[in-house]
């Protein structure tokens, strides 16, 4: 596939600046944490940052797995430190979150996956911020729902597992999760009562039928709440971008979206998983 070069004028974004941003750097920063804001190379740490949001990345910053769209290192990983938890909730305490997003690195090489470190770092967060909406973003733990029942008791509020892109590139785009497992995990989210949500990247040369019938597949496992974003190739080893996607086709991909009937549809170039994500828990009620 032929790299395109030269970025569209709709994907220039600020540089990071400003009181808020200044702030949770220097907190994420004192606290040791990994966010997949840096780790993701997002395009809008600047404005998520500088509102006070940031989405947190657990259980190391090394994943075991490899996917071809993904900055994050992957690799031989240390193990979980016993103090995260801990420095996560002060982390959400300090910034004074009123929503904040958890994810992490895919950890395949440890016994449970890192299924009870999860459930203790909602259950630490929620503890020093009773007020504060807990959303997860969580790996596929391998479609094991003993492990994925482990995170859920922990009560998130909002549950999301991504799907990442159509079925026929899932093989070339993913490293070792699969398009049905990933479905599989989120009806199993859903059936159990929490609001499911998902996301995935366009660009990577999917067809717009290919996007639709990826929404469907969403809507048919119970999934509430998708985002819909430009892939933007992070490094020169990472997959190219095949097609800079317009913002009108976007807009299309929303009313889709919208017709098949999720509660919350965020769906524009620059957005990603944790996206204007409070939002996203109001309007999914």
Not at 2 to 29: A, C, D
Not at 156 to 163: E, Q, S, T, W
Not at 257 to 282: D, I
Request: some cysteine; charged content about 25%; aromatic content about 6%.
């Amino acid at each position: 596939m032929k790299q395109i070069e030269r970025k569209p004028s709709w994907l220039k974004i600020k540089l990071p600046t400003g009181e808020g941003y200044t702030r949770v750097s220097r907190v994420v920063k004192e606290h040791g944490l990994h966010t997949i804001c840096s780790s993701g190379m997002c395009p809008n740490i600047g404005e998520c940052w500088g509102n006070g949001t940031a989405t947190f990345m657990i259980l190391g910053d090394i994943c075991s797995r490899a996917c071809r769209f993904c900055a994050t290192a992957s690799g031989k990983a240390l193990p979980p430190s016993d103090a995260e938890s801990t420095k996560v909730a002060e982390s959400v305490k300090l910034m004074k979150l009123r929503h904040c997003v958890i994810t992490s690195v895919t950890r395949d090489d440890l016994p449970d996956e890192g299924a009870q470190h999860w459930h203790d770092t909602i259950t630490e967060v929620r503890s020093q911020n009773p007020s504060t909406k807990v959303e997860v973003l969580i790996p596929d733990f391998n479609g094991n729902t003993h492990l994925l029942d482990i995170v859920l008791k922990a009560d998130p509020d909002i549950v999301a597992h991504n799907l990442e892109t159509v079925e026929r590139l899932t093989p070339s785009v993913r490293s070792r999760a699969t398009y049905q497992k990933s479905l599989s995990v989120i009806a199993h989210i859903a059936k159990n009562g929490y609001l499911a949500k998902s996301g995935i990247m366009v660009g990577l040369g999917e067809t717009p039928e290919e996007v639709e019938l990826a929404l469907s597949d969403l809507a048919s496992a119970g999934c509430k709440a998708v985002t819909i974003g430009q892939y933007l190739q992070p490094r020169g080893n990472n997959l190219p971008v095949v097609e800079y996607v317009t913002p009108e086709t976007f807009d299309k991909y929303k009313a889709k979206a919208v017709e098949l009937g999720f509660r919350f549809v965020e769906s524009g170039p620059l957005v990603r998983s944790s996206y204007h994500a409070e939002e996203s828990a109001k309007q999914s009620k």
